[in-house]
Structures are given as C-alpha cells and as structure tokens.
C-alpha cells in the first residue's frame, strides 16, 4: 500500500481502502475519485493530455495516471470485463480532469460543440466520463472512425461513409458501454458518460499531487475544426 499522498486541497482526504482491488481513493465534496489503472490493471492507460500528443500541443496532466468516480469505475471495469471474454479490451485515454485543466481548455478553444464552459464544469470535472477506445488481445487499438480528439464531422455517431469494420468497431464499443452503464455523446465516438453524472459535484482536485502544466503553456497550438457546421 502506497504512503498518504499529500493534497493541496482541505476537502480531500485519502482512503487507502481497497476498490475492486487494493487502489487508492480520494475522496472530495462526498465524491469517491479511484485510480483507474490500481482498480482493474487489465486497462491499459494511454493519457493523451500526460503527453504533448493531444490537440492543444501541451502537456497538461504531470503524468500517465487516470483517476475516475468509484461508480464510474466500476461500470468501466464491467465493460472490459465483457471485451476481456472476446479477446479485447479497452485503452483509456482520459478520465477525471481538474477544472483548472478545463479553463485552460476553454481559453484556448472556447467552443461548447468540443469544450464544456468550465462555467458549468464537465462530465470529466465530475469524475463520471471516460474517453476510451478498443484494443485487441495485444494491446493494438482496432480502428476507428478517426483519431482521438478529432473535431470533425467524422467523429460522430451519425457519420457512415467508413468502411463496415470501422462501422462495427465503432458499433461495438458504444453497444458494451451502454450495458454498462453508460451513454454515448453525438459528436464524439470516443466519449461515454457514465449514467446520473448530473447528481455529482465539479470537483477541482490535482489527484497526482504534482504540478500541471508541468512545462507550462508554451507551444499551445489553436485546435483544427470543421468549418462547415
Ligand atoms: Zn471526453
């Protein structure tokens, strides 16, 4: 069991109580946040925004860790379960984001089509959505209808000029996760919220207890969208 992990924020505390397995839990507003990758080790963690690989060109998470709300979780380590019996599996590129990311988000791309206003907070601000794709028994990502993070057209649940593997692929992960618990986004093949995320709170917790930003914002690039919607 890992030591306590210090927090800047009085609301929190840590829990070191088990989850599905020995993961760590903090705990903010009466919101259970849990280490993804501690709860269900299958999952292979990919954090996008850990990386300078994601559509603001900065790295804004201090490292590759996901955190989500326990209930959340739970129906995430379901989904994978089913996958798992098929040979597949997911690979999770976000999950819990603070809502200090959010604003930078927003001031950088300040479209609600693509950004929650932090104004409001985000399903992610509240723990219950995931960004995820497919993997095959090796960890190789099946295809899909783009990239993540792609704002067009093609992203979108209704778009069908792809090829029938992609269609089913794509059919597939929206079909396991809707028996899981969770509902699909229109423009977003790759974001699924977790049912009531209504119900709980926007958290604004740093769960790795490092810096964000830990470059800082230098090299920032202004995302490409589609222009014709
Ligand atoms: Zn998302």
Redesign the pocket.
């Known amino acids: 069991m890992r030591p306590t992990v210090l927090l800047t924020s009085s609301t929190v505390v840590l829990l070191s109580v088990g989850c599905a397995s020995h993961s760590r839990i903090i705990t903010a507003q009466g919101t259970r946040l849990v280490n993804l990758s501690e709860a269900d080790p299958t999952l292979i963690i990919d954090c996008r925004y850990a990386t300078t690989n994601n559509f603001v060109g900065v790295r804004m998470y201090p490292r590759n860790e996901l955190w989500l709300e326990r209930g959340a979780a739970t129906r995430l380590m379901k989904a994978q379960a089913a996958l798992r019996r098929q040979g597949l599996g997911l690979k999770v590129y976000?999950g819990y984001r603070p809502l200090e990311i959010q604003r930078r988000l927003w001031e950088i791309m300040p479209d609600p089509r693509y950004v929650a206003n932090p104004k409001n907070g985000?399903?992610?601000n509240r723990g219950r959505?995931?960004?995820i794709t497919l993997v095959d028994a090796d960890g190789e990502e099946l295809a899909m209808p783009t990239e993540y993070d792609n704002f067009t057209e093609r992203a979108h649940h209704d778009y069908t000029a792809l090829p029938l593997e992609i269609i089913n692929n794509r059919k597939l992960l929206r079909d396991t996760m809707i028996a899981a618990g969770f509902t699909a986004?229109k423009t977003?093949w790759?974001?699924y919220d977790a049912q009531g995320w209504e119900d709980f709170p926007v958290l604004d917790v740093n769960v790795w207890g490092e810096p964000l930003f830990p470059d800082g914002m230098d090299g920032a690039k202004q995302p490409v969208v589609a222009e014709s919607e």
């Open positions: 976000d985000s399903r992610h959505a995931v960004d986004l977003e790759w974001h």
